[in-house]
Nanobody
């Protein structure tokens, strides 16, 4: 499994950005996928989860209503659409994947063995 995150950059507060996670060796029928982020000096935190097979999603309260996860099976790519960005969204964003993960564990970073390299999002005020 290889994951490649991209799409980060500098954006003003209130703006939007879409991150991509290109996945090889991942079949959506078997792998749950997620986005996490890590701000400078802080621990990695959960952003959102995309369940295997069903494609069901859930999000951290801090991004609910602003961020949306989707996937394009034909392109083997997961996306994170981020709207109404805030300075506190500034972080390195990582995608992760794990085969057989159960729905309730989607927000637990320790449940994942496969990680992308991260892409930096900077939101200016």
């Amino acid at each position: 499994v290889q994951l490649q995150a991209s799409g980060g950059g500098l954006v003003q507060a209130g703006g939007s950005l879409t991150l991509s996670c290109a996945a090889s060796g991942v079949t959506y029928s078997r792998y749950g996928m997620a986005w996490f982020r890590q701000a400078p000096g802080k621990e990695r935190e959960f952003v959102g989860y995309l369940h295997r097979n069903s494609g069901g999603t859930y999000y951290a309260d801090s991004v609910k209503g602003r961020f949306t996860i989707s996937r394009d099976s034909a392109k083997n790519t997961m996306y994170l659409r981020m709207n109404n960005l805030k300075p506190e969204d500034t972080a390195v964003y990582y995608c992760a994947a794990q085969a057989g993960i159960i729905y309730s564990s989607g927000g637990n970073s320790r449940a994942y063995n496969h990680w992308g390299q991260g892409t930096l999002v900077t939101v200016s005020s």
